[in-house]
């Protein structure tokens, strides 16, 4: 079910927000989209930003599980299920990532990764905190605000912005703690679900993923209210 987002003025009245009508999109992955099936296991979902970045997995033994109530299932075991990208992104300065998901493991879980370079990757460390690796930094961990825990079905928007500051919001809510010093480098991704090597696999449902090339307060909005109706 699509939700409505943050409506902007037109001739024709209100316009429905979509990731696609930002220009900074490189890549949205939508709830209920087109999928490609394998039987029941996942070798495509495409890229409704206009990027034409659609996530594809040809080798049938690293296929994800299955689509179930328009989400993407990741089983989180030995199979190195994940989905790769048509393009890899390459994000330099601001950026800002939205996601709609139900982590089922939270230790070491990879969201987004680059299967084929070392060192870039975002993943849920632990239950309370968020680790992120870039290119020629060391990995840098945000942890939750006290009484806020990752598992279950939750949304969460990750900005960067011009100063590099790191910034995370769960569920709508702005967390305390920021990542203001050591981020450096391009962050490359390649892939939905694994690290390279093919470790750190993500275990759960992915329903909705949009990446951007920008952040700003408008941006951020129109992702919240987007996600928290889904």
């Known amino acids: 079910m ?4 943050l409506s902007v003025t037109s001739d024709s009245g209100l316009i429905e927000w979509r990731p696609s009508m930002e220009t900074s999109c490189l890549g949205w992955w939508p709830t209920n989209g087109t999928y490609t099936l394998n039987e029941s296991a996942v070798a495509g979902w495409e890229d ?5 970045n659609h996530l594809i997995q040809e080798d049938e033994a690293t296929q994800p599980s299955g689509v179930s109530g328009g989400a993407v ?3 989180g075991g030995t199979s190195n299920q994940h989905l790769d990208m048509t393009t890899q992104l390459t994000l330099v300065g601001p950026m800002t990532i939205g996601i709609l998901l139900n982590a089922q493991d939270t230790t070491n879980r990879i969201i ?6 070392a060192n870039n990757w975002i993943r849920i460390s632990t239950e ?4 992120f690796k870039f290119n020629t930094s060391g990995s840098k961990s945000l942890t939750l605000d006290v009484g806020t825990t990752f598992g279950g079905q939750q949304y969460l928007v990750i900005t960067k912005d011009s100063s590099d500051v790191l910034r995370m919001y769960v569920d709508g809510v702005l967390q305390e703690n920021t990542i203001s010093i050591g981020i450096d480098g391009d962050l490359l991704l390649d892939n939905m679900g694994i690290r390279d090597g093919g470790a750190n696999e993500y275990g759960g449902t992915i329903s909705e993923a949009m990446i951007f090339r920008t952040q700003d ?3 951020t909005d129109n992702i919240h209210t987007r996600l928290a109706a889904l």
């Open 48 to 52: 409704d930003s206009g990027s034409g």
């Open 128 to 131: 309370s905190v968020m680790q």
């Open 2 to 5: 699509l939700g409505l987002g």
């Open 112 to 117: 987004f990764g680059d299967d084929d370079t």
């Open 217 to 219: 307060d408008a941006l």
């Open 73 to 75: 299932t990741f089983d």
